[in-house]
């Protein structure tokens, strides 16, 4: 067994064109998040946490922001190749379990969609909590978006 960890941060975009992304899910009403992808925090949590639990080093490293070919690209693409590296090096993911820290939006609704987007991806359980950080710091302030995930690997049989 492999364990990994995952966290990212995005903030808030003045855009009104941009989409709130996050765990492959459009969340509708709110701002969406500034990134050089569709910013989606939570996918890029996930991704960090199995690239870690195989020692596969970090997102940055496979999609980097300096790269034109990521621009606004969706994060689904990151996580099936992620995936796909983690297959290749001799790993099926066991678990995964993710905690969103927002002040807003509400989440709560959401997180059932989440699962569901990355439990089928991902292909193994995946848990999505959300919190909020009691109004204290950035995310408390509305400045942006956050999210945590751990990943458990076993070794292909
Ligand atoms: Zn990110």
Do not use: C
């Not at 690209?73 to 995964?96: H, K, P, Q, T």
């Amino acid at each position: 067994m492999r364990i990994g960890q995952g966290f990212d941060i995005h903030r808030f975009s003045d855009d009104p064109q941009r989409e709130l992304r996050l765990g492959l899910v459009t969340i509708p009403g709110s701002a969406g998040l500034v990134g050089h992808s569709d910013a989606d925090a939570v996918t890029h949590a996930v991704i960090d946490a199995l690239l870690g639990a195989a020692q596969l080093g970090d997102i940055g490293e496979y999609f980097s922001d300096q790269v034109a070919t990521w621009a606004g690209a969706d994060s689904r693409v990151f996580l099936v190749s992620a995936l796909a590296m983690v297959r290749e090096a001799g790993y099926v993911v066991e678990n995964v379990d993710v905690t969103v820290v927002a002040e807003a939006p509400k989440l709560g609704s959401f997180k059932k969609d989440m699962e569901r987007e990355l439990t089928t991806v991902i292909g193994a359980p995946v848990s999505v909590k959300a919190t909020t950080m009691e109004r204290l710091g950035p995310i408390g302030n509305r400045e942006g978006i956050a999210a945590l995930a751990v990943a458990l690997l076993k070794e292909q049989a």
